[in-house]
């Protein structure tokens, strides 16, 4: 299951730069302009995503909840008035931090998580990095819909599309 989880991961990281690849093509103004989407913004998305794959790492560093919590918090706070490049800065920096962490760890090793609100869970590393994928695919579809709502083309990033292209 590791080497699943870290080819998850990988295509987590592939599906985000072909998003801001994307967006890199598109007029300046889409970055910032409003939809009725999940999100305000463009903008609102990506920093959503960076901030909860930031807060994710904390977590799984074994970190306090309030203390991964403060730091999600902090981050879309800061994210929120960055422009597109100064955000896919993050996003690669936050990558680089993941794959060095990817390495160190036995990916079948469970992590007690502890909530507030939810409880208690106990789950395996790989399972983890299964929730940040998905929720990270999650996102990047309601970019693409949002994107469609602006009158322009979605990004696609099906997983299959990466392992062709990988």
């Not at 999940?38 to 306090?64: F, N, T």
């Not at 502890?114 to 695919?137: E, F, K, M, T, Y």
Request: with cysteine; aromatic share 10%; glycine share 4%.
């Amino acid at each position: 299951m590791s080497d699943a989880a870290i080819e998850l991961y990988e295509y987590h990281s592939w599906a985000n730069r072909a998003v801001f690849n994307h967006l890199n093509s598109l007029p300046e103004n889409v970055w910032r302009q409003e939809t009725a989407g999940i999100c305000p913004s463009i903008s609102g998305v990506m920093s959503h995503m960076y901030a909860m794959d930031a807060m994710w790492l904390c977590m799984l560093r074994q970190r306090p909840f309030d203390e991964a919590r403060a730091l999600l918090l902090r981050l879309k706070e800061q994210t929120s008035q960055e422009g597109l490049e100064d955000v896919r800065q993050r996003f690669l920096h936050i990558e680089s931090k993941y794959r060095q962490w990817l390495l160190t760890e036995d990916l079948n090793d469970s992590l007690l998580l502890a909530h507030p609100v939810h409880g208690v869970v106990n789950a395996s590393l790989s399972r983890i990095i299964q929730h940040i994928v998905n929720h990270g695919a999650y996102y990047r579809g309601h970019l693409s819909a949002m994107l469609c709502q602006l009158g322009h083309a979605d990004v696609p990033t099906d997983y299959l599309l990466y392992l062709y292209t990988g």
